[in-house]
């Protein structure tokens, strides 16, 4: 059974003591955290039948210290109604804990208008299930974060880097503002570096073999190049402070990406 936002917003008064109301800032006293992920494939847990595609989620624990543990909720396919309406967030919110993140990023998928089960409108019924993210975890007394969507590979014959996911990063901004929430802006700091790398550049990022072309999902290069770019902006919206993050300016070896034989859960 999947949360609306009645649901989870009646609920916070039973389940947040009052003096939980207020945690959620950098400086929350927890010695250990969990920043749980809520979002699509280009964030998600890769297995072994699928290397060397990454998730960007995969490498964000390389730039985090110990005390903060990542617990990546990511699916492949997934579009911020689907992820709910499949019972995913319930899950989530069932173990985050007080002073925990959530930090959520859907568009992918929520773009493909022909796709009733996945599609929401950006500025209504994608707004208005992102709510439910916010409205849970807050319930919860931990964190929510948005972090829009990162942007695919697609340069135009000139070679500049465009966008591609119209008005969602858009309509999230504006929800992000609207409701107070932090917003790490992935789809423009990810198409700023695009444009950095050039058309050829980016191949060395995305998820380009003998085999497969896909201008949409990351090798371990390009994970941990996002990854580092939502670290960077933990730090720099004060959702994390300088103690939670390390390595920001390091080279991450690709050997540190690793991807284990798939479960039959997924």
Same mark, same amino acid.
């Given at each position: 059974?999947?949360?609306?936002?009645?649901?989870?917003?009646?609920?916070?008064?039973?389940?947040?003591?009052?003096?939980?109301?207020?945690?959620?800032?950098?400086?929350?006293?927890?010695?250990?955290?969990?920043?749980?992920?809520?979002?699509?494939?280009?964030?998600?847990?890769?297995?072994?039948?699928?290397?060397?595609?990454?998730?960007?989620?995969?490498?964000?624990?390389?730039?985090?210290?110990?005390?903060?543990?990542?617990?990546?909720?990511?699916?492949?396919?997934?579009?911020?109604?689907?992820?709910?309406?499949?019972?995913?967030?319930?899950?989530?919110?069932?173990?985050?804990?007080?002073?925990?993140?959530?930090?959520?990023?859907?568009?992918?998928?929520?773009?493909?208008?022909?796709? %009733?089960?996945?599609?929401?409108?950006?500025?209504?019924?994608?707004?208005?299930? +992102? &709510?439910?993210? @916010?409205?849970? #975890? =807050?319930?919860?007394?931990?964190?929510?974060?948005?972090?829009?969507?990162?942007?695919?590979?697609?340069?135009?014959?000139?070679?500049?880097?465009?966008?591609?996911?119209?008005?969602?990063?858009?309509?999230?901004?504006?929800?992000?503002?609207?409701?107070?929430?932090?917003?790490?802006?992935?789809?423009?700091?990810?198409?700023?570096?695009?444009?950095?790398?050039?058309?050829?550049?980016?191949?060395?990022?995305?998820?380009?073999?003998?085999?497969?072309?896909?201008?949409?999902?990351?090798?371990? %290069?390009?994970?941990?190049?996002?990854?580092?770019?939502?670290?960077?902006?933990? +730090? &720099?919206?004060? @959702?994390?402070? #300088? =103690?939670?993050?390390?390595?920001?300016?390091?080279?991450?070896?690709?050997?540190?990406?690793?991807?284990?034989?798939?479960?039959?859960?997924?």
């Amino acid at each position: 059974m999947s949360l609306t936002r009645r649901q989870v917003t009646v609920a916070a008064a039973a389940a947040v003591p009052l003096a939980l109301s207020g945690i959620g800032t950098a400086e929350a006293s927890q010695s250990h955290r969990t920043l749980f992920i809520a979002g699509d494939s280009t964030a998600a847990q890769k297995f072994a039948d699928a290397a060397p595609e990454t998730g960007w989620g995969m490498a964000l624990p390389f730039f985090l210290h110990k005390r903060l543990s990542v617990s990546n909720h990511a699916v492949n396919g997934r579009s911020s109604k689907s992820f709910v309406d499949e019972g995913r967030l319930d899950v989530v919110l069932a173990a985050i804990r007080p002073g925990d993140l959530l930090l959520i990023q859907f568009a992918h998928n929520d773009e493909k208008d022909t796709d %009733p089960i996945r599609y929401t409108e950006p500025w209504s019924t994608y707004q208005d299930h +992102l &709510r439910l993210y @916010v409205d849970g #975890a =807050r319930a919860r007394g931990a964190r929510p974060v948005f972090a829009t969507a990162v942007e695919r590979r697609r340069f135009d014959a000139g070679g500049n880097a465009l966008p591609t996911h119209g008005d969602y990063p858009a309509a999230m901004r504006a929800l992000a503002r609207e409701e107070r929430v932090a917003l790490l802006d992935l789809q423009a700091l990810s198409l700023a570096l695009w444009q950095e790398l050039g058309a050829e550049g980016t191949k060395t990022y995305f998820n380009w073999t003998a085999t497969e072309q896909d201008n949409t999902h990351f090798n371990p %290069p390009g994970a941990i190049a996002v990854a580092r770019l939502a670290a960077r902006e933990l +730090l &720099r919206t004060r @959702v994390l402070n #300088a =103690r939670d993050v390390c390595r920001l300016n390091e080279e991450i070896p690709e050997s540190w990406i690793t991807w284990p034989q798939a479960t039959a859960t997924a």
